[in-house]
């Protein structure tokens, strides 16, 4: 279909290069899901599955939720895993109290409790930024720990504090394999991250993008910085604390404090530095990173006959200095890269 602009007859793919690259998204993330749904659960062994792409996708949600409220909102969180752990243990004791609770019900619900938790944390958001919103929220972290190791309740009184997820089931159809966790844990992502993706083109994320680039001028044209900032932290717990009950539940089949300690809500920092800060492909790509890398540098330092001293932190100092060159070189992360790369090989091999 042809139009006139400016003298000259054009098709609507030449003239800002939006429709076919839009085009193209669609079908590599068709070709993607049917990868995902179909071949990999044939092809992948059972280790693969349960220790590298279950947590690869846990992981993600995990990272979009902080990239929701970090990358969206403008809002610095070090707080993810304690809202990661409200959703396991709300959800661990749902499906324990209410008998016959669905289990993706629990884990919604969990993801409220989560929500709500990240509300109450959020409020000092108003008045503090920055250095000192990080320290509220890493305080969270510790205060989050402390409630589940003190109060037997939520542990349902267990001398360890270490308790056993119970079984996933939906209508009669047990999830206890690690292609049918994987399934499920995949279904539960996909969904997820495409509301995410509308809701950040959507009023509700505009509202977000504005206090994220300047919130004075944001609530002179009319957004209420209060409700916008607390509805970031309360979408982005929810998407952790879901996150969480699907690590406990899935991933590492029980349900402890010590799993979800402040190292990882640094990790999950650093799959969205390192991934792309307001990105929603960037949080999958910083999340397949940072769980690719350690297998990655732990064949290295076997076939380099590393010493152990070496090679345990090897994976520390490399995960130092990929932040700091992310920062330096590309801060939008892999994902600026990935469109980078797109780019070029759609003009390539002949860039006019």
Known sequence: MFYREAGQFKTRYETDGQIFPIRQDRIAVTVTMVVAVLVLPLLASPYMLSAILIPFL??????????ILTGY???????TAAFMAVGAFASYNFILRIPGIPVLLAFVLGGLCAAMVGIAFGLPSLRIRGFYLAASTLATQFFVVWCLTKIGWLTNYSSSGVITAQKMEILGYAFDTPARKYLLVLLVVSVMALLAKNMVRSNVGRSWM???????????????????KLMAFAVSSFYCGVA??????????TVEPEAYNLDLSFRILFMIIIGGVGSILGSFLGAAFIVLLPVFL??????LGLPTSVASNLELMVFGALIIFFLIVEPHGLARLWQIGKEKLRLWPFPH
């Open 298 to 303: 732990n064949i290295l330092a076997h076939g």
């Open 58 to 67: 846990i992981f993600a949600l995990a990272a979009l939720g902080l990239n």
């Open 244 to 253: 969480g009950a699907l690590y406990a539940f899935a991933y590492l089949g």
């Open 210 to 228: 504005a206090i994220r680039d300047m919130d004075v001028a944001a609530e002179v044209i009319g957004f209420r910085p209060l409700r916008t």
């Open 73 to 79: 909102a403008g809002q610095l969180s070090l707080g």
